[in-house]
């Protein structure tokens, strides 16, 4: 190694580096092969080094350091080159080197020696081989990239007969100071000439073998002779250099070719391989060994998808072709005849079509309503014997078409609500359903334009177009209408879009807001309506009739009568439910002539509503016993006597004289008819009911069949009369004065002989 100063080379000395610090770094497993003096700061050697088992054969051997240097912190790059030295000697692999010379080999013949190998490089390396001398062999060396190598050059042809052996010394020398070398021996064994080869019984050998036979099996066993003697006779069988198949093995003493591996007709079936017969010095021969491979039935058929039509449209018409399926066999002949079938019970069949093509074909129409995906499973058997099979099942979805309309769950619909309900009351929820998928089954809720009592039935009802819920718009009222009918468009969202319509009919239920409302007797204000009574009218005799009609119906209409303040108590009872007025015990002189009733009429509602009115009557048999009618009215009326007492003195000067002529007449009828005041009835015109009330048994509403006789006044402290017609003519108004009516009621009476009496109805 040659000197090197670090403190030279750095520009500094020897203290400065050993104040600094300075020292080689290594990495991981490097070993120091070198180190620092810090005294001279000299490199030095740390560790001996060997150049070979660094860095081999390689032309340039060098290794790298980082000198360190502290206060200031300072990185080096140390490069250090290793030189080769002739420390190792060259060597050959073998200690003996052999070769096998037939006494044939002719002048000139070369073999070959194994090349000699020196770990040094360069001079230091082989660079000659020597001879040893002998009468037989020259040596000539060569050059090729791994180095120089010699080669045995026959120079007299061996006598096998006069000398069996020859031995040489090989040297081989490198070009290092001092000089290293190393020597291998020779032998040279001297074979007897082969004259002879083998000779094989067939030049070409044929079998054929199942190809599902067992490992192991002999498939052929070739013969072969040697004519030679002894050694030069026995002969040895392998593959030739061209049969490298691993399927089958030979033994090389007996010639039994066996399988030893499997075979398949389908990838081969046919096998061509050399068979060579060798003597034991070399001499060869060859033949041909052809085995065939018969097929059996071992591959099922193999079913490939060439293409499909996936998803199916269902509106696709019947004999569609959908899919291609190819179907193959691999094995031959009969093995490879192959059947194709479906199951039956999918509108899809398989025609045969090229070769081992088929094409599947819809036979009838699809709906994805009924069924929205088909698993369709092909099932291919060939013609072996016993048969194999294979399947594969095809998955194909069907695709929807707008082909069905919302169907309502119900052919009608029913809802109900209560009068004055609220706006946005929920009444029903209609309903429709559409099998279709996606889009073409979202179902969308509209009304039908239409009118319902002259307004639009948008006015009345909404519905909400995703859920099917109907609300009211607005209040009803069941006094208005109390039912109608709407038409509901279920509209899909497909393209072009279906629908359907429903009806829904619309019940409006009544509620208890009307009070009753009395027909007779007319409202007080308006007349005052009073009723004369026989003294001979005996328990149980009707008197009267209190009519009054309800505006609710059902429960809510239905009425109940009550006396809730008269005049006697324990005279007359009214009907709970028919309004009847009738006498409670036999009538006699000690009972009050004047009687007046107040009557409470009730409906059923809940809550019940009730309302009432005032009957008055007069228990006498002739007008002749009424006392001056004023003090009934004044006992009920006493805010209006002021009002009153004037109108009486007006009409009792006015009218004084015709009052006297009307009682004659009436004392004159009476003797003609004695019975005529309770034979009739007040008759009460159809007409006078309101506009939508219903007349009907039961509900306290008077039949207009009914009729009594009856009292009348005009409610005025007057002694003016009025007179009715007949029993079924019109009741006249009590608002009507005699001023009017006076002339004309005189001639019609006259002729009638029935002037007050016809009715038994006198107007006061």
């Known amino acids: 190694m040659e000197s090197s100063n670090l403190a030279k080379d750095l520009g500094t000395d020897a203290n400065t580096l050993a104040f600094r610090n300075v020292r080689i770094s290594i990495d991981g497993e490097n070993k120091r092969y070198c180190d620092i003096n810090l005294s001279t700061g000299d490199l030095v050697v740390a560790e001996i080094m060997d150049r070979e088992q660094l860095c081999g054969r390689k032309i340039s051997c060098s290794i790298k350091y980082e000198i360190v240097l502290e206060n200031p912190l300072e990185l080096q790059n140390l490069l250090l080159l290793i030189e080769d030295i002739n420390?190792?000697?060259?060597?050959?692999?073998?200690?003996?080197?052999?070769?096998?010379?037939?006494?044939?080999?002719?002048?000139?013949?070369?073999?070959?020696?194994?090349?000699?190998?020196?770990?040094?490089?360069?001079?230091?390396?082989?660079?000659?081989?020597?001879?040893?001398?002998?009468?037989?062999?020259?040596?000539?060396?060569?050059?090729?990239?791994?180095?120089?190598?010699?080669?045995?050059?026959?120079?007299?042809?061996?006598?096998?007969?006069?000398?069996?052996?020859?031995?040489?010394?090989?040297?081989?020398?490198?070009?290092?100071?001092?000089?290293?070398?190393?020597?291998?021996?020779?032998?040279?064994?001297?074979?007897?000439?082969?004259?002879?080869?083998?000779?094989?019984?067939?030049?070409?050998?044929?079998?054929?073998?199942?190809?599902?036979?067992?490992?192991?099996?002999?498939v052929v066993t070739v013969s072969a002779t040697d004519a030679d003697d002894g050694a030069n006779g026995e002969l040895s069988f392998t593959f030739g250099p061209s049969s490298n198949d691993k399927v089958f093995a030979v033994n090389s003493t007996t010639g039994q070719v066996k399988l030893s591996g499997g075979i398949d007709f389908e990838k081969k079936s046919l096998y061509e391989i050399i068979i060579q017969a060798k003597d034991n010095f070399g001499l060869t021969s060859h033949a041909k060994v052809v085995i065939e491979i018969t097929d059996i039935n071992d591959n099922p058929p193999l079913i490939s998808l060439k293409s499909l039509t996936n998803p199916l449209s269902e509106n696709i018409p019947p004999g569609t072709e959908v899919g291609i399926i190819s179907v193959q066999d691999k094995d031959s002949e009969g093995n490879k005849q192959v059947r194709c079938s479906i199951p039956v019970n999918v509108p899809f069949k398989l025609n045969p079509s090229i070769k081992n093509y088929y094409s599947l074909i819809t036979t009838s129409e699809l709906d994805r309503e009924i069924i929205s995906d088909y698993n369709i499973t092909i099932t291919a058997t060939d013609g072996g014997s016993p048969p194999l099979s294979s399947s594969k099942t095809i998955h194909l979805s069907i695709s929807d078409v707008n082909d069905n309309p919302p169907v309502f769950e119900e052919q009608s619909y029913s809802a109900y609500v209560t009068e004055n309900n609220k706006p946005g009351f929920s009444m029903c929820c209609i309903t429709a359903r559409d099998p279709d998928w996606r889009q073409n089954g979202t179902v969308v809720y509209s009304l039908l334009p239409s009118e319902v009592n002259g307004v639009p039935v948008s006015s009345c009802l909404s519905i909400n177009g995703d859920t099917g819920v109907i609300h009211a718009v607005r209040e009803f009222d069941y006094e208005q209408f109390r039912s109608f009918k709407v038409q509901v468009v279920a509209r899909d969202n497909g393209s072009p879009p279906l629908s359907s319509n429903v009806t829904v009919s619309v019940f409006i239920t009544d509620e208890n807001d009307n009070s009753p409302q009395i027909l007779y007797p007319a409202p007080e204000g308006n007349s005052l309506m009073t009723e004369m009574v026989p003294k001979a009218a005996l328990a149980g005799s009707l008197v009267s009739k209190v009519i009054a009609v309800d505006a609710d119906s059902g429960q809510n209409a239905w009425l109940a009568y009550q006396i809730v303040k008269s005049t006697d108590p324990g005279l007359f009872t009214i009907g709970l439910h028919s309004g009847e007025i009738r006498v409670k015990r036999d009538i006699s002189e000690s009972d009050n002539m004047k009687q007046n009733l107040v009557i409470s009429v009730k409906d059923n509602g809940q809550p019940s509503l009730s309302t009432t009115c005032a009957v008055y009557l007069l228990i006498s048999d002739n007008l002749a016993e009424v006392p001056e009618l004023k003090d009934m009215s004044y006992e009920e009326s006493n805010n209006k006597l002021t009002s009153y007492l004037i109108i009486a003195l007006v009409s009792v000067s006015t009218f004084f004289l015709t009052f006297i002529i009307l009682i004659m007449a009436v004392r004159m009828c009476h003797r003609r008819k004695p019975r005529m005041l309770f034979d009739g009835a007040v008759a009460i015109p159809s007409g006078y009911f309101p506009p939508s009330y219903a007349e009907g048994d039961g509900t306290g509403t008077l039949r207009s069949s009914y009729n009594y006789d009856a009292y009348l006044t005009t409610g005025s402290r007057t002694s003016d009369f009025k007179f009715s017609r007949s029993y079924n003519d019109s009741t006249l108004p009590t608002i009507q004065t005699l001023e009017q009516s006076q002339s004309a009621a005189f001639e019609e009476d006259l002729l009638t002989e029935c002037i007050v009496v016809v009715g038994g109805v006198v107007i006061f």
């Not at 006494?103 to 073999?111: N, P, Q, T, V």
């Not at 040596?139 to 090729?144: D, I």
């Open 87 to 218: 420390d190792n000697s060259p060597e050959f692999g073998n200690g003996v080197v052999n070769f096998e010379i037939r006494e044939s080999a002719g002048k000139g013949a070369r073999f070959a020696v194994s090349q000699a190998m020196d770990a040094d490089i360069g001079l230091n390396g082989v660079q000659s081989y020597t001879l040893q001398k002998n009468q037989y062999f020259n040596l000539a060396v060569h050059t090729n990239v791994g180095g120089k190598y010699g080669e045995l050059v026959l120079e007299k042809e061996l006598d096998r007969e006069q000398q069996k052996e020859v031995t040489l010394l090989l040297t081989a020398l490198d070009g290092g100071n001092p000089q290293r070398s190393g020597t291998v021996a020779i032998h040279v064994m001297v074979l007897d000439v082969n004259d002879n080869k083998p000779i094989f019984s067939q030049d070409i050998y044929k079998v054929g073998i199942p190809e599902n036979s067992p490992i192991g099996s002999v």
